[in-house]
């Protein structure tokens, strides 16, 4: 995996056969006897018994293949070489899954908040929280989260009106659960100031989390396929704001990579459908070359466009959220899609959406995202599809 700093843009059974032999035994085929010396005739007059008739050779199973067998004076017949097998060309496919907001932690000011009060009550395991998505994400190639605040200790911070902070030891809640990159572009990034920042990274990096985001561009290779990451967080549309998109997509794609993809944070809370400059800039980033759009921040769910035959994911909503006790709006997804290559060639991409939510009970948060069944299956898929509709 590469780290890029924008500031430098270096981003078979035929069994071992061995070979059974045939003895040429005296008057067997292909053999020659030797006379007799018959009592009073010369000793050293040897006579000759007629030869035996040439038979057809034997065939001798000598490993691999038949082989005829050598009668005398006659040479071996060489086998005619196998056909060489046709073999199809050489498919390659990428699953990639994506979740929204994991604030891990959340507020700690004033003390252990719910989210702290609940690990504290499951023994302090951090399989916990992503116990019943985790088969999910270990069964995939990447997967990718929102990582909405810091893994730092306590010290000076923004002084907003939220602060969100997780220990550093709960960064095992991804690194058990299949978690393989995070973003780092948010608006809690900062919360405790560089040195909260600086010690997120540094904790991601000991735990062998990936992560990308603002300054960090990073490639990652599955299977031999390079997958590019980027990410920002945008609260309007500029020239800025374009020159960053375009200028990391371009740096992505010289270092190779087969894939890009972009992760922002944008858009107001709480609201379902995208502000005018979050299509703006979605639809800037496919044309400037990359593969997939994913985004965060607004809370809830929004819809998904299709354009120019690659995929805008405006907001995968919140999925471990320690930051809110008991949200309204529980719904999350799971956002899966499948880059196919054919020869090294991207030629096809499938989606699917696993409809979840962020907990594993109706009536408050417990901060273990789940996957829904049945009726409330149906109903958050059929809640994108209608927020999708806009776009078409």
Not at 203 to 224: H, P, Q, R, S
Request: charged residues 25%; aromatic residues 8%.
């Amino acid at each position: 995996m590469e780290y890029l700093p924008e500031s430098s843009l270096n981003i078979a059974d035929l069994g071992d056969g061995e070979a059974e032999t045939i003895d040429l035994k005296p008057g067997a085929p292909g053999t020659v006897e030797l006379g007799s010396v018959e009592p009073g005739s010369n000793e050293q007059e040897l006579t000759a018994a007629a030869p035996a008739k040439q038979e057809p050779a034997e065939l001798v199973y000598a490993g691999p293949e038949l082989v005829e067998s050598k009668p005398a004076g006659r040479e071996p017949v060489e086998p005619e070489p196998a056909e060489p097998e046709e073999t199809g060309p050489e498919i390659v496919e990428i699953l990639i899954s994506a979740a929204g907001d994991c604030a891990l932690g959340g507020d700690l000011r004033s003390g252990p908040n719910g989210f702290m009060r609940e690990l504290a009550k499951q023994d302090n395991d951090p399989t916990y929280f992503l116990r019943n998505v985790a088969h999910i994400f270990e069964a995939d190639d990447m997967t990718i989260v929102n990582m909405e605040g810091t893994f730092a200790e306590e010290g000076k911070n923004a002084g907003r009106t939220f602060i969100l902070r997780g220990p550093p030891e709960l960064v095992e809640v991804f690194a058990t659960s299949g978690v393989d990159v995070v973003t780092i572009a948010n608006n809690h990034t900062m919360d405790y100031l560089k040195a909260g920042y600086d010690a997120t990274v540094s904790v991601l990096d000991e735990a062998g989390i990936a992560y990308f985001g603002n300054e960090y561009l990073t490639i990652k290779e599955v299977k031999g396929i390079k997958i590019g990451m980027f990410g920002y967080t945008f609260w309007e549309s500029n020239k800025t704001a374009k020159n960053k998109i375009a200028d990391s997509i371009q740096q992505l794609r010289e270092d190779g990579a087969d894939i890009v993809i972009a992760y922002y944070h944008w858009g107001n809370e709480r609201t379902y459908y995208p502000l005018a400059y979050q299509t703006e800039l979605a639809h800037h980033t496919i044309d400037s070359g990359a593969d997939l759009v994913l985004a965060s921040h607004p809370h809830v769910l929004q819809g998904i466009e299709e354009y120019n035959g690659k995929n805008i994911v405006y907001s995968l909503g919140n999925f471990c959220f320690g930051a809110n006790t008991n949200p309204d709006d529980k719904d999350a997804m799971i956002y899966q899609q499948t880059f196919v290559f054919t020869e090294g060639e991207l030629t096809e991409t499938k989606s699917e959406i696993i409809p979840c939510s962020i907990s594993s009970v109706k009536t408050r948060n417990n901060y273990q995202p789940t996957i829904l069944e049945g009726a409330e299956a149906e109903r958050v898929l059929k809640k994108i599809e209608t927020l999708s509709k806009v776009f078409k």
